[in-house]
């Protein structure tokens, strides 16, 4: 996927033209896209008494993202998705322990500087804050664990992206995010997990700006 992505954007730079000029945004416009995202974890994990680590699969999933530019170089973007994972305990006193799946509804809101703002191509930089809310948690029948809850998470986003102009509305993007997501785990009551997820996001999308 991070080679997909990287080609891709060598590819819409040449096509487009880094040097030929736009229209750009202007404050007060509005922006939206919609990507497909490679969600991959960068995940770890203290589990006590049973000791372990976690593992947590990568997705595929959808996103839409709305920003709002305040300055022509300057925005604010709200990221919108939801990502379902399924999660094992390993290398436990208990063995490899299914902990079945949960779905992650993580809106992050980042501050964006856009490179070159009156391009047909855009660099851009951005950091926010993250919000996590865990919710469809499906544990397999008959497993080890019988119950589990996790906790709600705030942290830190932190994304770099490409726009590339295709007309004066319509443009082809490039996205990598990284998002601080960690959460207190509780499994069959007693035991506690302190899980990182920290995913890396890699996206590719449309856009279009009003």
Do not use: C
Not at 72 to 99: F, K, Q, R, Y
Not at 175 to 202: H, L, M, R, S, Y
Request: glycine share 10%.
């Amino acid at each position: 996927m991070k080679k997909t992505l990287l080609l891709t954007a060598v590819a819409a730079f040449t096509l487009f033209g880094a040097g030929a000029h736009a229209q750009g945004a202007e404050a007060g416009d509005w922006q939206f896209r919609l990507r497909v995202l490679n969600v991959s974890p960068d995940e770890g994990a203290t589990i006590t008494p049973i000791g372990g680590d976690v593992d947590i699969d990568s997705g595929i999933v959808p996103e839409l993202d709305i920003s709002y530019y305040f300055a022509p170089a300057w925005s604010v973007e709200l990221i919108l998705g939801v990502t379902p994972h399924d999660v094992m305990a390993v290398n436990t006193a208990a063995g490899n322990v299914d902990l079945g799946s949960v779905t992650l509804l993580p809106p992050t809101l980042t501050l964006q500087y856009h490179f070159n703002a009156n391009g047909r191509v855009r660099p851009y930089v951005g950091a926010g804050v993250n919000f996590t809310h865990f919710f469809n948690e499906d544990l397999p029948t008959g497993g080890i664990a019988t119950s589990i809850q996790y906790d709600d998470s705030f942290g830190l986003a932190a994304q770099a992206g490409i726009d590339f102009d295709i007309n004066d509305v319509w443009f082809f993007n490039v996205d990598v995010k990284k998002i601080d997501i960690n959460t207190d785990v509780t499994i069959n009551g007693t035991i506690q997990a302190d899980v990182d997820i920290d995913p890396w996001v890699f996206g590719i999308g449309f856009g279009r700006r009003f």
